[in-house]
């Protein structure tokens, strides 16, 4: 079973509207949650971390869920500039020097 | 401030030739990491580190090796170059190992003809 699942989309979606992704990790020690950015051939780029208490940046929204093993990011009133791969990340354990990534889920926001 | 910077963006490399990819960061991380990214798919993770001397075997290390003999080098070295390790590399370095920010470099593309 992979560390860190996403869907991989594409989400296409009008500008000004709201998405979710969601992303499942399989090591229900893990303590460690991100969201990263990805633009097409670039580096990824930190989004946000994920706290346990959810947490809100603007526009994105993290939420944990660690009974059912996932974390979510919430984007309301999409701008075009948002279309991007965002790639899921948690840490390992009991090796928490380890960061796995999922594949990520790619976001087409249209005019 | 360079952050983390990785040498050469670009290579192509033949069966069986070796090659050292650089990564060297400035912003005195102790942890550094080397991924590889295939077309489609998200980051696997190679090698890493958590500080001088130290090194570990990520989720695919097989035909790669590394050292860390300072802070702010990390090269990956590639034995026997395989058409397999056709990849985007990126190397990154983060300050501790929880809840901090993975910083990355722009990347290495591989291709092995």
């Known amino acids: 079973r992979k560390e860190v699942e996403q869907d991989p989309g594409p989400f296409n979606v009008p500008e000004g509207a709201t998405v979710a992704f969601n992303c499942t990790y399989s090591?229900?020690?893990?303590?460690?949650f991100f969201w990263y950015r990805q633009d097409c051939r670039k580096e990824p780029k930190l989004l946000m971390s994920v706290y346990s208490s959810g947490n809100e940046d603007g526009r994105f929204t993290a939420q944990l869920n660690r009974a059912s093993q996932y974390i979510s990011l919430l984007i309301r009133d999409s701008k075009l500039s948002d279309s991007a791969t965002y790639l899921c990340?948690?840490?390992?354990?009991?090796?928490?020097?380890?960061?796995?990534f999922g594949s990520g889920t790619k976001l087409n926001v249209k005019p | 401030n360079a952050g983390v910077t990785q040498t050469p963006k670009f290579r192509i490399l033949k069966i069986g030739q070796s090659m050292t990819l650089q990564c060297t960061q400035d912003?005195?991380?102790?942890?550094m990491y080397w991924y590889r990214q295939d077309p489609g798919m998200g980051l696997k993770l190679i090698y890493y580190s958590v500080g001088a001397g130290i090194t570990d075997k990520g989720e695919v290390p097989n035909g790669y090796n590394v050292s860390r003999s300072t802070t702010e080098d990390f090269p990956l070295r590639l034995e026997l170059a395989a058409p397999s390790q056709t990849s985007v590399y990126f190397c990154a370095s983060i300050l501790q190992g929880a809840n901090t920010e993975a910083f990355f470099g722009q990347g290495t593309r591989l291709t092995v003809v």
């Open positions: 912003m005195n991380h102790n942890y």
């Open positions: 990340v948690v840490n390992g354990a009991p090796n928490f020097n380890k960061f796995y």
């Open positions: 090591n229900s020690a893990s303590q460690s």
